[in-house]
């Protein structure tokens, strides 16, 4: 793995832990909603995770995936740089879930967890990462031969994220601004260095949360999901790849 800038990892975690930290973050939270549950599922699908499987969810703030999963039977551990959501997390977990916890970068992974998860995956959180060939290059680490690491992320390719960010007001460009990364271009040669074989990106989405969050709104989008016309906008899109 190339050198890692440790001060410019030091400045950029803690301006992320600002960022989230700092405001209301409504979005952030656990709701259980067909939305967040639509994720978690094609998440499921796409990194082929079954029940029981341990899987390392980076970026899991105060679980709003994470509980999703481990109701699901997954042996789900969350990795998230700040202490205070991880403790939200627990909060709103209310002792439901065996849910493990740990602080750190993930650049910063002890030893003994390598090679030792199913798969590692995360909930839009690559896009804020300081250094995307170090985090692919360790998450892939810490996999079993042929486990998958996986990620869902914006596609840049939509344009109602900018809108989004625009008129959020707990949202900020300066920290948002690594979607732009988000690309078969970008992102395939980092994962393939980082030891990745049979890389894919599988895009979905059509709706915003409360069109979504309505049974019909979940239905209507399932069946229109596939057709082609707008198949390179999709607002959602996973990138992953199995271990070699």
């Known amino acids: ?5 440790r001060d410019q990892a030091a400045r950029h975690n803690s301006e992320q832990r600002r960022y989230f930290e700092g405001s209301d973050q409504r979005t952030l939270k656990p709701t259980g909603s067909l939305y967040l549950r639509r994720h978690t599922d094609v998440m499921r699908d796409f990194a ?9 969810e980076l970026g899991c703030g105060l679980g709003r995936y994470t ?19 991880l403790e939200q997390l627990q909060v709103h977990n209310a002792g439901r879930y065996d849910i493990p916890t740990h602080g750190f970068d993930i650049i910063d992974a002890p030893g003994e967890l390598y090679g030792t998860f199913d798969a590692v995956i ?6 804020h990462v300081h250094d995307l060939e170090a985090c692919l290059a360790v998450a892939t680490q810490l996999v079993k031969p042929g486990g998958r690491v996986a990620f869902l992320e914006p596609n840049p ?7 989004q960010i625009a008129f959020t007001p707990e949202m900020r460009w300066p920290a948002e601004r690594g979607m732009l990364k988000m690309t078969e271009k970008d992102m395939f040669p980092l994962m393939r260095k980082a030891g990745l074989e049979d890389v894919q990106v599988r895009r979905f989405g059509l709706f915003p949360p409360h069109i979504t969050n309505l049974k019909i709104g979940a239905k209507i989008e399932t069946k229109l999901d596939p057709l082609a016309p707008w198949h390179g906008f999709h ?3 996973l990138f992953g790849g199995a271990r070699a």
């Open 1 to 5: 793995m190339k050198a890692i800038d």
């Open 48 to 56: 082929r995770i079954e029940p029981g499987n341990r899987v390392l």
């Open 67 to 85: 509980m999703l999963l481990a109701e699901a039977g997954v042996a789900v551990e969350g990795l998230d740089l700040s202490p205070h959501l």
């Open 122 to 127: 995360g909930f839009f959180v690559l896009h």
């Open 157 to 163: 390719m939509n344009p109602l994220y900018y809108f």
């Open 235 to 237: 607002p959602f899109q």
